[in-house]
């Protein structure tokens, strides 16, 4: 059976924030390592991803024991894209120091969904709950990972 989501999460997919480009809404699953021990784990023990890792505290990735290839996206302040890499298993990318955050995804995935330097990420939540209040306003993206 392949492995598609980060070995260390239990969250069902459907329960996930979604990636938003540019205020848009991609549909990506977007999974979020905050602990030492995610940051550390990564994505190492799967074959794929089935949406997108956001890696707080980090500027820079290795690919040391991946099975696959990812594309990587170094994030900045505000969720600011600062550089946009593809990196081959058993490879070391090089420190970002501008960036606060890092977003890996499948190998092709930063292109087909138009993130480049530039960019601006950003969580969409999970669905909210129907609320009684008819003139409730919607919820609003958050950047994860920035520093305010």
């Not at 990587?72 to 298993?89: C, E, L």
């Not at 930063?110 to 669905?127: D, F, H, K, N, V």
Request: glycine share 10%; hydrophobic share 35%; aromatic share 4%.
């Amino acid at each position: 059976m392949s492995m598609t989501r980060p070995t260390w999460s239990t969250v069902p997919v459907g329960a996930l924030p979604r990636l938003t480009v540019d205020g848009q809404d991609t549909g990506l699953a977007l999974w979020t390592a905050r602990t030492r021990r995610e940051r550390n784990i990564g994505l190492l023990g799967t074959d794929s991803i089935d949406g997108a890792l956001w890696i707080t505290r980090c500027n820079w990735v290795h690919c040391f024991r991946m099975r696959h290839t990812i594309d990587v996206v170094y994030v900045g302040r505000r969720g600011k894209v600062i550089a946009v890499t593809t990196m081959s298993p058993n490879r070391m990318g090089m420190p970002r120091l501008l960036a606060t955050a890092v977003v890996e995804m499948r190998q092709g995935d930063a292109s087909r969904l138009g993130i480049r330097r530039g960019s601006i990420l950003a969580e969409a939540p999970t669905q909210p709950p129907p609320r009684s209040d008819p003139g409730s306003a919607g919820v609003q993206n958050n950047v994860l990972g920035s520093t305010h």
